[in-house]
């Protein structure tokens, strides 16, 4: 694990620097650590393809790290402090879930889509990217091209959804509450909310994380709703364990978020908490960007872009106008 590790830490290194160098020139970071840590780990991959020596690494920094910085940002997080979004938090996620597995669907298989690759990308994009495709793509028996496509595509997608999405807060004059939600109910997957938020600030980060958090405890439900609905192609080494009804680190989220807004954790605590979660965050976006290869772009059809692009669009014109109506944020 430890090359793959230290190539992303390094990454990393030079993506605080550079966002040190824009302070210095302009006042303030343009693009924080965490979006350049991702770019970075991107135009690498591009030039370069990690040898299997730093393979393991590179997949432990984008996924164990990124997951571990998640529950540390639970130690930062006091539930009092947004629990009157309540109801209506709720509401906006089943909503957007649902809206987003019926539309994307529909128009997967409109556009030429076989039903299951229309389904993974669906189910991507309304939960929690990767890994809910990951969950899904046994249960229904996709194929392993379905699976790399949607993939490939919804990710590099997603790394321009990051870049652009920070751009309505001036455009809308959002609060940071408001773009948080925004973000937590519409961006593909947890690293790339975490990226889009806390590059505006740390109560967007926070407030977007935990109803990006919400959004993924749907990946239980919606995971057995096409377990049952596929019930008749599954086999029975297939079906999912509960691991993939509910992800550890979803569990490790709350219970630090909970530990925090009981008043155990010190306020001492608090600032080197949400700072190992940044750079722990900045150097999981490093190991996604060496993971993602944009040229595979170039072996994917080009109805699977055209629905991504049109669920992006419906998602966050959704956020906005949902968080508007129930007046969150």
Sequence with gaps: MIPGVCLCAIITAVAFVLASLQEAAVGHAVLEPLVLSLILGLLVRMAWTPPAQVAKGIAFA??????????????????????????????????????????????????????????????????????????????????????????????????????????????????DERFGTVAGLSVYAVPQVLAATFSVSAVAGQVG?????????????????????????????????????LPWFVIGF???????????????????????????????????????DIRAIRHSSGPVLRVVSILTVLLVSSALLVTWVLGIG
């Design 254 to 292: 709350f219970v630090c978020a909970a530990i925090r807004t009981a008043g155990w954790v010190p306020d001492s605590l608090i600032d080197p908490a949400t700072n190992l979660s940044r750079v722990l965050t900045a150097v999981a976006m490093a190991g996604l960007g060496l993971g993602v």
């Design 62 to 175: 984008g996924k164990q790290l990124l997951e571990f910085a998640i529950v540390v940002l639970g130690l930062t997080l006091n539930l009092g402090a947004i629990v009157d979004a309540g109801w209506k938090l709720l509401v906006s996620v089943l909503l957007l879930v649902s809206m987003t597995l019926i539309v994307g669907i529909a128009v997967g298989k409109a556009m030429g889509l076989s039903a299951k690759l229309a389904t993974l990308i669906a189910v991507g994009n309304a939960i929690c990217g990767n890994s809910a495709i990951a969950a899904v793509a046994p249960v229904i028996r996709a194929k392993k091209e379905d699976f790399a496509a949607a993939i490939a595509l919804t990710a590099v997608w997603g790394v321009g959804v990051v870049l652009v999405l920070p751009l309505l807060v001036p455009l809308l004059d959002l609060s």
């Design 209 to 245: 994380s935990l109803v990006k958090l919400t959004r993924v405890i749907m990946l239980g439900p919606v995971v057995a709703l096409f377990a049952w609905l596929y019930r008749d192609e599954a086999d029975a080494a297939d079906k999912p364990g509960l691991s993939k009804f």
